[in-house]
């Protein structure tokens, strides 16, 4: 797209137009959105069309559309983090990567829909209605991007960003048929982000292509001086590494298969057909030169454990600012309570049941008496994750496993049963809790769903994820005659 923008051969008006055409005819079933612009999106598109017919410098990506999760604050755009309890506020200021993309010359669409403060796999916890998955309107996008995946995969946008703290890029994009990847921790801004767990919390790339992600990868991240968790080191060539991938030759690539994530031993609760697809995925990557082995990281049993220690207690902390004073919500303030019963007030009518249900479990970690036998406890697990990871990557260049046990679930069916939502994230959560790079692939289907394979690699090494992903695409693609996306149409009216 960006290619026949710059050609001439389209305008970014055109652009923007179609992806709002099919926004105003398909969100009404989708509910990818929470909140579009259109007026401002075709100005800011005509605007880019004006300079380009100027010869002035563009941006990079200049005229491309894109869509951003609704806890990416922007500057003056609803943004609610799909919570009640900051229903009608506009920020009055933009998150980095916000400026960064508008500086590289993109479009912006609209603010999608998401579980309610990026709590959940299935946005159903979102305070303003459930978002649904494109390839079956009956089923979950996943979560917690689920707008963001439900948009590209509908193709109400051509990509967008999404935020991930224990796999909200990476299983919505699986269960979708799209690509995401979360960054290594720290290597792109948090400056803007809504925070839910602030050691976990990571934004990235949401894309129907491996080599699209990279591209916006590259200009979301770097160093942020604004960012105090971000890391001064610059990115190494990711478009090229994609590229370099979709060649086809990964020669010398050692890939190790995580025992603990689907392998012998461990395929409890994993759909046959994830673990068939899994299979022909790593022969796949066999057969283009990889060196092939399995690998065991015994303390990935623990992380799903861990998680739901350390990202509710993160929560209770960072929640603790909405009391319905400064910004958001306010109930009961009429003169009659004073500030504690505004504040229960507030909260008891803006947070909704999961992030209540956070809260609670996050303070009973923390309190007095207890946050050494559970929250320190979840940091030791985290600390064995970390230092199994490191001894892996001394063998292997790369992990791999499914994204997720399952392909995408009903809609409903699994609201009452909380574990067995938190286990979406099963393979998820190691490279989560060790903050390293990851990427969901499209590994074929199962059941007539998309099913992702995970690409994990060391700190910094993102360049690596989206080489052997670009390989494992570009084979599939060549293998089936097109893209996996492409028979979404065909899966919908089957729908």
Not at 9 to 30: C, F, M, N, Q
Not at 180 to 186: E, I, L, N, W
Request: hydrophobic letters at 40%.
């Amino acid at each position: 797209m960006s290619r026949r923008l710059t050609a001439g051969e389209v305008s970014a008006a055109e652009v923007t137009r179609a992806h709002l055409d099919r926004i105003a005819a398909e969100d009404g079933a989708l509910g990818a959105y929470l909140h579009v612009d259109a007026d401002a999106a075709l100005a800011a598109a005509t605007a880019v069309d004006e300079s380009r017919a100027a010869g002035a410098e563009l941006g990079p990506l200049a005229g491309v559309p894109v869509a951003l999760k609704d806890l990416v604050v922007t500057e003056g755009v609803p943004t609610t983090s799909g919570s009640k309890i900051l229903e009608g506020w506009r920020p009055p200021y933009s998150a980095t990567i916000a400026t960064r993309l508008a500086e590289a010359g993109t479009v912006l669409l609209g603010k999608t829909n998401m579980d309610e403060f990026a709590m959940g796999s299935s946005t159903e916890n979102s305070a303003y209605g459930v978002s649904r998955n494109p390839w079956d309107h009956d089923r979950i996008p996943g979560g917690s991007s689920g707008g963001s995946s439900s948009a590209v995969a509908g193709h109400l946008a051509p990509w967008a960003i999404g935020t991930d703290t224990g796999g909200s890029i990476r299983q919505p994009a699986a269960v979708t048929g799209l690509v995401g990847h979360k960054p290594t921790y720290g290597s792109v801004s948090r400056y803007g982000l809504i925070a839910f767990s602030s050691s976990l919390d990571q934004a990235g790339p949401m894309a129907r292509t491996v080599l699209d992600a990279a591209l916006m990868h590259e200009v979301i991240g770097g160093h942020d001086p604004r960012d105090s968790t971000s890391i001064d080191s610059p990115l190494f060539g990711l478009a090229d590494a994609a590229r370099a991938g979709a060649a086809g030759d990964l020669s010398g690539v050692r890939v190790g298969v995580v025992r603990e994530l689907g392998g012998d031993g461990h395929t409890d609760g994993y759909d046959p057909g994830v673990l068939a697809r899994t299979r022909e995925a790593v022969e796949l990557l066999a057969s283009l030169g990889a060196e092939v082995t399995e690998v065991s990281c015994p303390s990935f049993d623990l992380a799903l454990a861990a998680y739901y220690l350390i990202a509710p207690s993160e929560a209770s902390s960072n929640l603790a600012r909405y009391e319905g004073v400064r910004f958001g919500l306010r109930a009961g303030d009429d003169g009659s309570r004073d500030l504690d019963d505004v504040m229960a007030l507030t909260r008891e009518q803006g947070f909704g049941p999961e992030v209540k249900r956070r809260i609670i479990l996050g303070t009973y970690a923390l309190s007095s008496g207890y946050y050494e036998a559970y929250y320190g406890q979840a940091q030791k697990v985290r600390s064995l994750i970390a230092g199994e990871f490191a001894a892996a990557f001394a063998g292997v260049d790369v992990l791999v496993s499914p994204t997720s046990p399952t392909v995408a679930w009903p809609l409903g069916a699994r609201v009452e049963d909380p574990i067995s939502m938190y286990a979406a994230d099963l393979c998820t959560l190691p490279a989560s809790l060790a903050g390293l790079p990851a990427i969901s692939v499209p590994s074929g289907l199962s059941e007539g769903l998309p099913v992702g394979l995970q690409v994990m690699a060391p700190a910094l090494a993102d360049d690596r994820c989206y080489r052997v992903a670009a390989a494992l695409e570009a084979a599939q693609d060549a293998a089936r005659g097109h893209r996996l996306l492409d028979e979404l149409p065909a899966a919908g009216s089957a729908a």
